[in-house]
Every structure is written in structure tokens, then in C-alpha cells.
């Protein structure tokens, strides 16, 4: 047992009464200490935000999502490499995944990002938005929707934490008649994911929870 596979642990045994994946964000992160959590623990996909980090890191035994925000021009370096592209907020985007999902002869399963806090210079649309983004995806042959995420402000109060997480799962479960194919709600990382899990969150991200403090 490391610190890590421990602290994997007592998050799963806080989590018990939740039915929920944990994704390792793995930024900063060596390859050593991923494969550490993904050998033994049960977590089983690496989450990277970084194109560049993800390039280094890459292992195709290990199951990998992006969780970052995402330049259109770095899309071909992730292309069928990764389970869930999490963060897709733009037609732009959209537009790159499909033709890379394309080329690499996959369907990419990716989740609208959803900019909770309406934060100024933040990826992620505004819940008013997102259905009407979901509307254009399915004009996309390599695109499947596979659901909603939202990173919370890190200055969030409580009650503004589940303010936030409430209404993404109040609008994740809104749409589940149109879109009968979603499933994931990606919300919740190391400072505030029983919050985020009490409200409804189904994935959740964590980073230092497990590892520690990033240097
Ligand atoms: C870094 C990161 C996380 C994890 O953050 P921690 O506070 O280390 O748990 C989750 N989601 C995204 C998009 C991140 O960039």
C-alpha cells in the first residue's frame, strides 16, 4: 500500500453510500504514480488536462478521459486515445472532435462543459445554453453524448457549491427524455466532491485527495 492506493481507500469507504466512478486527475502526476492507483485500487481511469502531459504520459493499457479545456489544434493528438472527452464547449470543438474521432475510426463519447458559476474567462457554456448545444452534437456521426460536467469556482461557498452541482443535475436529469443515451455527470473534485456526490454527481474528478499537494 502507498499514501495514495491508501487514500483511494478511505475516499471509497466515504463514498460507500454513493453509487459513483472516481476518475484520478493525474496533472502533474508521473506515470509511476498513475499506474500505482490504476493497479491497485479500484479506480481505473487516469483523467490529464494537459495535451501536452497527456502526449508524455500515454499508455494505452491504461484507460484515459480528458478533463481539461481543449485547443481544437491538440484534438488529433488525443484522438482514440481517450474514453470521454469531458469538456467540449464550442461548435468548434465539436466540429474537430468529429473529424478526429472520424479519421481514428471511433465514436468519441463526450460531456458538455457546463460554466456553473458563469465565470468570466472559464470554458464551459451556461446551463441556458446547453440544450440547445446538445441539439447540434447529434448533427455529429463520431460525437455520442454521454453527458454533463461542470467545475465549480474554487472561491465557492457551500451553498453556492450546491447551488451549482443541484441545477447541473436537475438539467442532466431534465434532458434524459430527449437524450435517453446519457449517463455521466462529471462534478466534484478534492475540495468539494461529497458535495457534489450528495447532489447527484456521478464521476467524480480527484487530484491531491489522492496524491497530495501538487509541488
Ligand atoms: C486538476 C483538476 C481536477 C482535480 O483537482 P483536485 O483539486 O486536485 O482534486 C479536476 N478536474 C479538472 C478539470 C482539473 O483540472
Not at 18 to 45: L, M, Q
Not at 168 to 194: Q, R, T, W
Request: proline content about 2%.
Amino acid at each position: 500500500m502507498s499514501f495514495a492506493t491508501d487514500n483511494v481507500e478511505r475516499i471509497l469507504n466515504s463514498l460507500e453510500r454513493y453509487n459513483v466512478e472516481i476518475v484520478a486527475a493525474t496533472k502533474t502526476r508521473s506515470i509511476g504514480e498513475i499506474s500505482d492507483i490504476i493497479n491497485n485500487t479500484p479506480v481505473k481511469v487516469a483523467g490529464e488536462n494537459r495535451v501536452q502531459e497527456f502526449v508524455e504520459k500515454y499508455a494505452p493499457e491504461i484507460t484515459w478521459d480528458f478533463i481539461g479545456q481543449l485547443q481544437t489544434n491538440k484534438v488529433k493528438q488525443i484522438a482514440g486515445k481517450v474514453r470521454l472527452i469531458h469538456s467540449v464547449d464550442r461548435i468548434s470543438l465539436l466540429e474537430t472532435v468529429n473529424k478526429e474521432a472520424g479519421k481514428a475510426g471511433i465514436i468519441q463519447d463526450i460531456l458538455i462543459e457546463i460554466n456553473g458559476g458563469r465565470e468570466e474567462n472559464k470554458g464551459g457554456l451556461f446551463l441556458e445554453d446547453v440544450e440547445l448545444f446538445a441539439q447540434k452534437v447529434k448533427e455529429y456521426r463520431n460525437v455520442r453524448l454521454a453527458g454533463l460536467m461542470t467545475v465549480a469556482p474554487p472561491d465557492c461557498t457551500r451553498d453556492g457549491l450546491e447551488k451549482i452541482f443541484k441545477s447541473a443535475y436537475a438539467l442532466f436529469c431534465g434532458m434524459k427524455n430527449e437524450y435517453p443515451e446519457i449517463s455521466k455527470l462529471s462534478m466534484g473534485m478534492s475540495g468539494d466532491y461529497m458535495i457534489a456526490a450528495d447532489c447527484g454527481a456521478n464521476l467524480l474528478r480527484l487530484g491531491r485527495v489522492i496524491f497530495g499537494e501538487r509541488k
